[in-house]
């Protein structure tokens, strides 16, 4: 019997663990408290995502990688 791949779940669910992650990091108030204005945040948003996302999707599959390695070795 084959068995299952896991590195596409843990990378959908990285990606989504980044994207998540993402927006605690980028509407995350300014130290001194003072308000951002609503375009600087969806700049910030929307600049961050490009990053957060696939980095996260990256280190999803990293660990899916070894997990299924690890998981197919004990069978």
């Known amino acids: 019997m084959r068995p299952r791949n896991l ?8 990606f989504v663990l980044g ?10 108030p300014y130290h001194d ?22 980095f996260g999707a990256a280190a999803g599959m990293g660990i899916g990688l070894l997990v299924g ?3 197919q070795k004990k069978e």
């Open 33 to 54: 408290g003072t308000q951002i204005p609503l375009m600087g945040k969806v700049m910030r948003i929307l600049g961050t995502a490009i990053f957060f996302g696939p």
């Open 7 to 14: 590195t596409k779940p843990f990378t959908i669910a990285g």
């Open 19 to 28: 994207e998540i992650y993402m927006l605690f990091a980028a509407l995350a």
């Open 69 to 71: 390695a690890i998981w």
